[in-house]
C-alpha cells in the first residue's frame, strides 16, 4: 500500500449505504443517507462507558479517604462547576450536568487519537479478516460528529432564547440588534451572521484540530512504513519512535483543550441566551 493510499484508508469511515449511493467506481457510500457506523458506534461505546463509570462510582462513594478514580472525578467536577459558576449568567440546572457531559465525552472521542493509529484497524481485519477493512477511531475526526453536537447545542441556544426572552423578545433580536431602530435590514444580517457562527465555531473548531492531529500520528507512522527499510531501520525507527513520542506528550494538551473550547463555548452561548436584550 503506498503513501496515498495508507493515508486514504485510515481516513475513510466505514459506512453503510442504500445500493443507490454506492460510487460504481470506488465502492464506497457517497449518498447523504450515508450512516458512518465507526463513528457511531464508538461514540455509542464511549458514552456507555461513562454512564458505567459514573454508576459504579456513585454505588461506592468513599467519604474518608476517596480513591484515586473519586478523587480525579470530583476534580473535574469542581473544574466544571467553577467554570459554569464564572461563566453562566443566573440559574439553570441543566447547564452543568451538561457542561460535563460535552468535557468528558469530547475528551473520551479525543482521546481514540492516542491510540495507535493501525492498532485497531488491524484487529478489526483480522476480526473480519478483510484486509481492506474501513476503521476511523476517532469520532471527533468526523465532521457529522463535530456538526451534530453543535448543532444539537445552536437547538437548545434557540429553546432558550425564545423561553426567556419570549416569542416577540426573540424577534426583537434580529430587528433591533446591534445598531438600533433604524437599521434593521443590517440588523437581520448581522444578527443571523452571528447565530450562524455559533454551530460553525463549534463544530469546525474541534473537527479541524482533530482532524489535522490524526494527520500527523499517519504521517509520523508513514516514517516507519515506507522509509524504515533495510539499514535506514537503524535511523528512521528511532526518530519515529520520537516524534510519535513528542506528538502524543503534545496532543494531550491539544486533545484536552479543544474539549474544554467546546464546553466553554457551549456555556457562554447558552448563558447568552438566558441574557435579556435592552430595548432600542
Same mark, same amino acid.
Given at each position: 500500500?503506498?503513501?496515498?493510499?495508507y493515508i486514504?484508508h485510515h481516513?475513510q469511515?466505514n459506512a453503510?449505504?442504500?445500493?443507490?449511493?454506492?460510487?460504481?467506481v470506488?465502492?464506497l457510500c457517497?449518498?447523504f443517507?450515508t450512516?458512518?457506523m465507526?463513528t457511531i458506534l464508538?461514540s455509542i !461505546?464511549? #458514552? /456507555?462507558?461513562?454512564v458505567?463509570? !459514573?454508576?459504579?462510582?456513585g454505588?461506592?462513594?468513599e467519604? #474518608?479517604?476517596?480513591? #484515586?478514580?473519586q478523587?480525579?472525578v470530583e476534580?473535574?467536577?469542581?473544574? /466544571?462547576? #467553577?467554570q459554569v459558576r464564572?461563566t453562566?449568567?443566573?440559574k439553570?440546572p441543566l447547564i452543568?450536568?451538561?457542561a460535563l457531559?460535552i468535557?468528558v465525552?469530547?475528551?473520551?472521542?479525543?482521546f481514540?487519537?492516542?491510540?495507535?493509529?493501525?492498532?485497531?484497524?488491524l484487529?478489526a481485519? +483480522?476480526?473480519?479478516g478483510d484486509?481492506?477493512?474501513?476503521?476511523? /477511531?476517532v469520532?471527533?475526526?468526523?465532521l457529522?460528529?463535530t +456538526?451534530?453536537m453543535?448543532?444539537?447545542?445552536?437547538?437548545l441556544?434557540i429553546?432558550?432564547?425564545?423561553? /426567556?426572552?419570549?416569542?416577540?423578545?426573540?424577534t426583537k433580536m434580529f430587528?433591533?440588534h446591534?445598531?438600533g431602530?433604524?437599521f434593521i435590514?443590517f440588523?437581520?444580517?448581522?444578527?443571523l451572521?452571528?447565530?450562524?457562527s455559533?454551530?460553525?465555531?463549534?463544530?469546525?473548531r474541534?473537527?479541524?484540530?482533530?482532524f489535522?492531529?490524526?494527520l500527523?500520528?499517519?504521517l509520523?507512522a508513514?516514517i516507519?512504513?515506507?522509509?524504515?527499510?533495510?539499514i535506514g531501520?537503524?535511523?528512521w525507527?528511532?526518530l519515529?519512535?520520537l516524534?510519535?513520542l513528542?506528538?502524543?506528550i503534545?496532543?494531550?494538551?491539544?486533545i484536552?483543550?479543544q474539549?474544554f473550547i467546546? +464546553?466553554?463555548l457551549?456555556?457562554?452561548?447558552l448563558?447568552? !441566551?438566558?441574557?435579556?436584550?435592552d430595548d432600542h
Amino acid at each position: 500500500m503506498g503513501t496515498v493510499e495508507y493515508i486514504q484508508h485510515h481516513l475513510q469511515n466505514n459506512a453503510v449505504c442504500s445500493v443507490d449511493s454506492i460510487n460504481p467506481v470506488t465502492g464506497l457510500c457517497e449518498g447523504f443517507w450515508t450512516f458512518n457506523m465507526d463513528t457511531i458506534l464508538i461514540s455509542i !461505546a464511549l #458514552g /456507555v462507558l461513562i454512564v458505567l463509570a !459514573a454508576a459504579r462510582l456513585g454505588k461506592r462513594l468513599e467519604t #474518608g479517604a476517596p480513591s #484515586g478514580f473519586q478523587n480525579a472525578v470530583e476534580g473535574v467536577l469542581d473544574f /466544571v462547576g #467553577g467554570q459554569v459558576r464564572d461563566t453562566f449568567p443566573g440559574k439553570n440546572p441543566l447547564i452543568a450536568p451538561l457542561a460535563l457531559t460535552i468535557f468528558v465525552w469530547v475528551w473520551l472521542m479525543n482521546f481514540m487519537d492516542l491510540v495507535p493509529v493501525d492498532l485497531l484497524p488491524l484487529l478489526a481485519q +483480522m476480526v473480519t479478516g478483510d484486509p481492506h477493512f474501513h476503521l476511523k /477511531v476517532v469520532p471527533t475526526t468526523d465532521l457529522n460528529t463535530t +456538526m451534530a453536537m453543535a448543532l444539537s447545542v445552536f437547538a437548545l441556544i434557540i429553546f432558550y432564547n425564545i423561553k /426567556v426572552k419570549g416569542l416577540w423578545g426573540f424577534t426583537k433580536m434580529f430587528l433591533f440588534h446591534p445598531f438600533g431602530k433604524f437599521f434593521i435590514p443590517f440588523n437581520i444580517v448581522m444578527t443571523l451572521i452571528e447565530e450562524v457562527s455559533k454551530p460553525l465555531s463549534l463544530g469546525l473548531r474541534l473537527f479541524g484540530n482533530m482532524f489535522a492531529g490524526e494527520l500527523v500520528f499517519l504521517l509520523i507512522a508513514l516514517i516507519g512504513g515506507t522509509l524504515a527499510v533495510g539499514i535506514g531501520a537503524l535511523f528512521w525507527a528511532p526518530l519515529q519512535a520520537l516524534l510519535g513520542l513528542g506528538w502524543l506528550i503534545f496532543h494531550i494538551l491539544v486533545i484536552t483543550l479543544q474539549a474544554f473550547i467546546f +464546553m466553554v463555548l457551549t456555556i457562554v452561548y447558552l448563558g447568552m !441566551a438566558h441574557t435579556e436584550m435592552d430595548d432600542h
